[in-house]
């Protein structure tokens, strides 16, 4: 039953950015530039709850022990986390949605390969999100439910949807054929069940760390709403959308993890 459970948890996210790339078959035309923002920011307001609700709120109670320095955990795991996220941004070659010059060390990778990269690489704090959450789970002592790690799952998987479309999209319009393009999409968001794993393995044998890779995996994916996703949705004119969207992904996540939580 927990095997289940742990492969669910895994995988809902995954799911959700397979469904997502598979819009390339029944799309024809690239996402509107003002759908891409509304995206964006629902895509951001997720992150930013479950980094504070499910990961930077736990790091802490899991500390509770420490007294007045149970913020210290979550300090230190966040500013790894961002740092983490800053070096890979520098080490691997990617290209931003709608940006021209690609970020990272030079590379002869085609255009389509750094656009999913750069989709990979923000992938990457997802799963391990989820991945320390479960782990947090099967530790037991009823600070992380299995409920709560669910409602990360599904949060997860919820702006991952959009996010595969707005992976596939770009990679057809800028030349891939369709099933090229469902396929890097779904390699994207392979990153995540995969990191997930190796984050439970790595929190079973180090369980006291726990309270720190769950504040890593928060400052991980604030450092990709801050450097990419807002920066992509606030571009150009009629950016309200992705604001109110951005409130709507933000609450959705909330109710998600106090509801299920």
């Known amino acids: 039953?927990?095997?289940?459970?742990l492969l669910a948890g895994l995988l809902i996210p995954f799911l959700g950015t397979?469904?997502?790339?598979?819009c390339v078959f029944v799309m024809k035309k690239e996402l509107s530039p003002h759908v891409q923002k509304a995206l964006l920011g629902f895509?951001?307001?997720?992150?930013?709850?479950?980094?504070?609700?499910?990961?930077?709120?736990?790091?802490?109670?899991?500390?509770a022990s420490l007294g007045s320095w149970s913020f210290l955990p979550?300090?230190?795991?966040?500013?790894?986390?961002?740092?983490?996220?800053l070096g890979l941004d520098h080490a691997i070659p990617h290209l931003h949605l709608h940006a021209q010059q690609p970020e990272g060390p030079h590379s002869h990778f085609s255009k389509?390969?750094?656009?999913?990269?750069?989709?990979t690489l923000h992938n990457i704090p997802e799963g391990m999100a989820v991945g320390v959450v479960l782990a947090g789970w099967l530790a037991g002592g009823g600070d992380i439910s299995f409920s709560a790690?669910?409602?990360?799952?599904?949060?997860?998987?919820i702006?991952?949807?959009?996010?595969?479309?707005?992976?596939?999209?770009?990679?057809?319009?800028?030349?891939?054929?369709?099933?090229?393009?469902f396929g890097l999409g779904v390699l994207s968001g392979a990153v995540e069940p995969v990191g997930g794993a190796l984050t439970i393995v790595f929190a079973g044998l180090v369980l006291p760390v726990l309270p720190y890779l769950l504040a890593f995996?928060?400052?991980?994916?604030?450092?990709?709403v801050v450097e990419e996703l807002i920066p992509e949705m606030s571009e150009g004119t009629h950016t309200d959308i992705g604001v109110v969207c951005f409130a709507v992904g933000f609450t959705l996540m909330m109710a998600l993890d106090v509801a299920l939580g």
Do not use: C, D, H
């Open 74 to 85: 979550a300090v230190v795991g966040f500013w790894a986390g961002t740092l983490f996220l």
């Open 18 to 22: 397979s469904l997502g790339a598979a």
């Open 112 to 119: 389509t390969i750094m656009m999913a990269l750069a989709v």
């Open 43 to 63: 895509a951001s307001g997720v992150m930013v709850a479950a980094s504070v609700w499910s990961l930077l709120i736990p790091a802490m109670e899991e500390s």
């Open 217 to 224: 995996a928060a400052g991980a994916m604030l450092y990709v």
């Open 1 to 5: 039953m927990i095997g289940q459970e």
């Open 159 to 181: 702006q991952n949807f959009p996010e595969g479309a707005i992976v596939s999209m770009p990679l057809k319009a800028a030349g891939a054929g369709r099933t090229k393009a």
């Open 149 to 157: 790690a669910l409602a990360l799952s599904i949060g997860i998987a």
